[in-house]
């Protein structure tokens, strides 16, 4: 089975450019996670989507950033405009959320988009 | 106080040792707990759920004490690929949302 699908693997771009990243999560998961890593600050969580609708964006760092989920097997994240500090791994993961579960799943991730910002 | 803590290591050790990692976490209302492995410019993958009751997976031994509000993972006889990044996870409250904290790196030397 195909796990998250995550594209551009590496991206380099010049301060200023717009950035956008792009996520296919597993067939079937109802939840999209999407995640920045780095040294410094770890793994942070910046927006999730359940059945395709933002329900915590509290961690997505200023208006430069935003991420869409126009249907349930695709998702973007736009960086515009990019910044050195944003050079980060940004992973995205999916989970399936069963109405009248626990919360919190286990979520698959994706292998990442390595972002430099020059 | 952060949200998960744990101890960032790394711990050296040899093949064939035990070694113990643990976690706290700040918020009660959490209902589920995970450890996951990174190696080294790879995404996280799930090494475990952990329960209350505790559990196991061949050698590898989760343990979460909600009182304490800690959880636990021991590795028993190491092995050279046991060498990545350890997360413990924690959901948000009553939420899908996950903290990672900030992992334990383990080494297994020869």
């Known amino acids: 089975d195909a796990g998250v699908i995550q594209s551009p693997r590496h991206e380099v771009t010049e301060m200023g450019q717009e950035v956008t990243l792009r996520c296919k999560p597993i067939?079937?998961?109802?939840?999209l996670f999407w995640y920045r890593q780095t040294m410094m600050r770890g793994l942070e969580l910046l927006i999730y989507f359940n059945n395709n609708v933002p329900i915590d964006d509290s961690g997505m760092p200023e208006d430069r950033f935003s991420a869409k989920m126009p249907n349930a097997s695709f998702s973007t994240l736009k960086i515009q405009p990019s910044e050195p500090r944003d050079s980060a791994v940004y992973f995205c993961a999916s989970s399936f959320a069963r109405a009248g579960g626990a919360a919190g799943g286990t979520q698959y991730f994706g292998p990442g988009t390595r972002l430099t910002v020059l | 106080r952060k949200e998960v803590e744990q101890d960032p290591g790394p711990f050296n050790v040899p093949e064939g040792a035990t070694v113990a990692f643990n976690c706290t976490y700040s918020n009660s209302a959490s209902q589920s707990f995970f450890w996951y492995r990174q190696d080294c410019r790879k995404e996280p993958k799930l090494l475990m759920s952990v329960y209350s009751s505790g559990n196991e997976d061949g050698r590898f031994t989760a343990q979460l004490n909600r009182a304490s509000q800690y959880i636990s993972l021991l590795i028993r006889d190491s092995k050279l690929s046991d060498s990545a990044t350890y997360l413990c996870v924690v959901n948000w409250k009553n939420t899908d949302k996950l903290i990672f904290g900030t992992g334990t790196r383990l080494q297994v030397f020869p």
């Open positions: 067939s079937g998961h109802n939840s």
